[in-house]
Nanobody, 123 residues
């Protein structure tokens, strides 16, 4: 089993910044892609940013230039630096990892989600 623990959410004014962190722990052999998703009230969950095992990154159009995703492979941690926050960035943010884990008998592919952390941008 793999556990993801997120932190760093909170409330900020428009234009402010927050940094989200997500630590993965458990029977991890390797982590492939690490992502941040978000879900606003009444809306579907959407992919915000991805960082691959090789360090390549991609972003949804509305956060390009404002958000930066990064990872620390030694710590099994992914970060999301969010700058110039807007009202429309308000959502619950979820960490997601695609990994190879040890299931007790052999390596197996794992797909895990964090519990979510609330980000509220309001004036």
């Amino acid at each position: 089993q793999v556990r993801l623990v997120e932190s760093g959410g909170g409330s900020v004014q428009p234009g402010g910044s927050l940094r989200l962190s997500c630590v993965a722990s458990g029977s991890i052999l390797s982590i492939n892609a690490m992502d941040w998703y978000r879900q606003a009230p009444g809306k579907q969950r959407e992919l915000v940013a991805t960082v691959t095992s090789g360090g390549s990154t991609s972003y949804m159009d509305s956060v390009k230039g404002r958000f930066t995703i990064s990872r620390d492979n030694a710590k099994n941690t992914v970060y999301l630096q969010m700058n110039s926050l807007k009202l429309e960035d308000t959502a619950v943010y979820y960490c997601h990892v695609d990994c190879l884990e040890w299931n007790g008998r052999s390596p197996s592919r794992g797909d895990y989600w964090g519990q979510g952390t609330q980000v509220t941008v309001s004036s």
